[in-house]
């Protein structure tokens, strides 16, 4: 049984920097990536960023330059730097392990204010 639990979201002012964490427990076989989305209010799921687990990285344009996704395999760790923050860029982070069945963490709110 996979478990993803995210962390690290909070509120802050526009420009501020947060740091999420996706922490993994269990394992699964053919699992290829871990990724983050985020959903605002009102609108659809949306990808933000994946790390391939062979260190591949790609990021949605709208955050590119500003995020950067890290992965920790030896602590089952995944990590989203978020820096110059913009309103935005509010909305409930998700983690995602990517794989023959996709698992999702509970979501981290962020709340960027102007």
């Known amino acids: 049984q996979v478990q993803l639990v995210e962390s690290g979201g909070g509120s802050v002012q526009a420009g501020g920097s947060l740091r999420l964490s996706c922490a993994r427990s269990?394992?699964?076989?053919?699992?290829?990536?871990m990724s983050w989305y985020r959903q605002a209010p009102g609108k659809e799921r949306e990808f933000v960023s994946t790390?391939?687990?062979?260190?591949?990285?790609a990021y949605a344009e709208s955050v590119k330059g500003r995020f950067t996704i890290s992965l920790d395999n030896g602590k089952n760790m995944l990590y989203l730097q978020m820096d110059s923050l913009q309103p935005e860029d509010t909305a409930t982070y998700y983690c995602?392990?990517?794989?023959?069945?996709?698992?999702w963490g509970q979501g981290t709110q962020v709340t960027v204010s102007s």
């Open positions: 995602k392990l990517a794989g023959r069945v996709d698992y």
């Open positions: 790390v391939s687990f062979a260190g591949y990285t």
């Open positions: 269990g394992y699964v076989r053919s699992t290829y990536a």
